[in-house]
């Protein structure tokens, strides 16, 4: 059998059919064909005529689609099976069987060799037999826009279902693979809150988040139909070259969907909203009764939404300040306002007893506004001629525009990372030139907070410390781990104005040493725990250069300290029994180094470590930050004397 090549928006595949009726006033839409089962039916002409008017705006998905069945049919005929016939529909209910399948036989060999895998290959049937037995009810992310008329979800089944097929012939990266393909279902059935609510079909902007979310998804399934595709012996000597690059690269792109994932969510709440509004507004015209009910419903149901649309908006213009910042040229254009931003810190909201605390403590509130601006100011053409030092600039874009550090920043979710930046040994490295524009970015956000007060926003906490700045343990008295510890306390006690209890600030005061390292972590553990914004709360903690805080084994060996109580406080371990069984902030840790720490490595999760290549190749996936794009340095108008 020959494969025909897949056409444009005219698809043979099983594709959706929508049927608009009116009833009360609601619009509701047939079932969607690709999940219920139902093939060999005629498309709703006007879904087609509009999906033809969004071709545009998926071309790239559409080619996307086309390379994932292809590289399908590539591993069939390297098997020596039929090839996959364009005309011929691929279902959940047909997808679902061969997943119990695979992961049947899988369960058997893990029950002979390593009993590892057979709880994974269970969640991982669990999790699509789940999403597969809610498509049919319209409840997966697959379903929310009308119009699917170019096969999308029957290609994406069919592409599972030979992934599938081939991990049972080979277990090179099965247990890498199941953990991917299982993250996939809960991606699409996030969304399922939303059901009830009316999408709107004319919104542009969900249909590019849509495409850009099932691009996402067809190139991780591609990539890891391309691993089956190769020479078994290339594939050894890759192995062997590079044993864990098919699963860092897998990563990136699971990272990628994550984000395309977030953003879809994020527009298709506001629509959810803009309509649940809408709709409220109809049972005004019944009882007086139903009137009151329907309002304390709609003012429960809108802070909900409104608190999470708030968290989404945030993340998205952290997103967006950071990525202003890739071009160094535009940078600089702002780098002298930013300059003395940095110089006279904004001042907070005034409170008298935590000023009061941080005058016994000798806080520094510059310190960290200082750090940063002396970092930065690496970038200016007249400091870089005056000391003969230089940077790579390919290596500082590489590490900002890379996927796994944004998501990091950006996903709504706890992260951590610990970041290998491979590069020069030397405290204004190309990371910590990374980290310095982030932090200044967080700095600016929460600033801008700070000046507006809003009581039901979600908050950002940034505490910084950059390590190399301070590296003089003997000179700086600011150089030694318990002064890290006790600057992240005091920052936080400085920042987290109006969200952390007074009780909590008073046991602080009360019971911290300033020069225990064990006490200063326990009530650093305490104070987090103890925060209460209403809006939610983001606390980023950034350390830069821990490298430099190896030497001596003392040093080292405090230094581990101080990342172990974060990691505990991130995992939700070591908490005393008055403190609450989960942590209510949002915890955002990011540790850099110029190079390898291999005494701190086995504090963190495979997937929460990131080794940025020596060697910077190209063809890395394409991301809203362009690879090649080189950075600008003539600044007109330039102030800074160069």
Known sequence: MVASPLPGPAIALATPIYTATRRSSEVRFGAHLALTNAPNQQLDLAAQTAAQDRRELYEKCIQARDELLQAANKYRKKVKQPLIDATTPHTWSELDEGVTAVCRDVEKLAAQDNKKMTGLAGRVKQAFRSLCCHAGAAQTVLSFVPGDVFGFSSVMCAGVKVIFSAMQQTALYREVMFKALEEFPPLLQDASELCGFIILDNNEDLHRRRANLYTAIFQALRHILLWFVKNSLVTSIKMVVDPTGFAERLKVRMDIVKLRSQQFQAQAMKLSLLMQVNSL???????????????????????????????????????????????????????????????????????SYVDEVLRDFCYEADMAYRDCDNILKMLSPSRRQSTGKDFDEERVVAVQSNPRLRAWLVLNQPSMLLLNGRCHSQPKSEVSLVSAKIASRLLELHSDQDIRQEKDAPRVIPLLFFCGEHRDWRRDPNGSPAELAMSMLLQLVDRGRGIIPRQALEQFREGTLPENIDSICASLQALIGSLQGRGGVFVVVIIDGIKFFSQPSWREQQTRTVLSTLVSLFRGRGWEASMPASIPATLKFLFTSTARTEALEDLFDGDEILHIQRSLPGGLPDNDTKWQRRLEFQIEGSQDGG
């Open 281 to 351: 507004h109809m049972h005004h015209l019944t009882a007086q009764e139903v009137k009151a009910m329907a309002a304390r419903t709609k003012h429960i149901e809108s802070q909900i939404m409104q608190s999470k649309i708030a968290t989404f908006d945030m993340l998205e213009k952290i997103d967006t300040l950071v990525r202003s910042s890739a071009n160094t040229g535009n940078f600089l254009k702002a780098l002298p306002a930013l300059s003395e931003q940095l110089k006279e810190p904004h001042q907070l909201c005034p409170d």
